[in-house]
């Protein structure tokens, strides 16, 4: 399976997949710095900040989150990797959902 690309048209359902539709976002975004500036305004990083981040759930859940409130980017991105805008729904709400498993246990 091609990164940020679950093959098919079924829902994603797995923390790996959830992941790689993430990282893939994320990848979209750095790759072009029209994407990422914006981004990383909003969200009070820099540069600099963002390899120690991609590997975070919690930045993943907030990438995904930006992608979500701008349609224009989710559409695109989706496009680009070939998923239905729905996988990156359904992959914000499975590792949000890993994210607060973790902090009860």
Do not use: C, W
């Amino acid at each position: 399976m091609a990164l940020g690309r679950p093959t098919g048209r079924k829902p994603i359902s797995t923390a790996l997949a959830a992941r790689e539709v993430a990282i893939g976002a994320i990848t979209f975004l750095i790759s072009d710095p029209e994407r990422i500036g914006p981004m990383l305004a909003e969200s009070g990083l820099s540069p600099g900040d963002l390899r120690g981040a991609v590997s975070s759930p919690a930045f993943q859940v907030g990438v995904l989150d930006y992608l979500i409130t701008r349609q224009d980017l989710l559409i695109e991105y989706a496009g680009h990797a070939g998923i239905d805008p729905g996988h990156v729904v359904a992959a914000r709400e499975i590792l949000a959902n890993q994210s607060a498993g973790r902090r009860e246990s």
